[in-house]
């Protein structure tokens, strides 16, 4: 799963902004109505990379059905982000990392770091076989995340800032946030 994420995370960069949301909406799919997308206020959707996205997960697990999805980007910090969608899942604050101060339970919210070009490095063959070509010779940094569970009706959302934008192979300061059931 982690995986999956980091490969989301990283094709995030693939896509152009094309159109811009604000407020709770819901995605069209064949989900129930009661399944939902919150949307950050202020945030873009990003269709190609949504698609990207879906793309990976069907060449990851090609008999499997593509989950709901959902990219979106914004200038906001990934901590005032992260506490939204604490916030709108009812999880109160999010935990500095996924010990939670070495409790035996897993936080249902917590921040991460990361390392662009290891994530990069790690799905160099994925993107070989979507024929995806992008120099990744420039992934490099640190990055911070949030990891925040899903719901019944709401998907898991992870929030990263800085990201590797796959189609001009730069790394672009800016918060991607990535929603997948």
């Known amino acids: ?37 919150t949307i950050y206020p202020g945030s873009r959707y990003l269709a190609q990379l949504t698609e990207l996205t879906k793309q990976a997960h069907k060449t990851l697990e090609p008999d499997k059905e593509i989950p709901p999805t959902a990219i979106y980007d914004t200038d906001a910090p990934v901590d005032t982000v992260a506490q939204f969608y604490a916030k709108a899942y009812g999880f109160g604050n999010v935990a500095p990392d996924a010990t ?47 990891e925040i569970e899903s719901k019944p009706n709401r ?14 192979g730069q790394v672009v300061d800016r918060t991607i946030i990535l929603m997948a059931r």
Do not use: W
């Open 155 to 168: 998907p898991h959302v992870t929030v990263q800032r800085p990201y590797f934008d796959l189609t001009t």
């Open 100 to 146: 939670n101060n070495l409790s035996a339970a897993k936080p249902p919210a917590y921040y991460r770091t990361g390392d662009l070009a290891a994530d990069v490095k790690s799905i160099e063959p994925l993107l070989k076989k979507m024929n995806v070509n992008v120099d990744t010779s420039k992934a490099s940094g640190h990055y911070r995340a949030a």
């Open 1 to 37: 799963m982690r995986k999956v994420l980091i490969l989301l995370l990283v094709a995030a960069a693939v896509a152009a902004v094309l159109t811009g949301c604000k407020g709770e909406q819901k995605e069209a799919s064949t989900e129930p109505a009661t399944f939902q997308f």
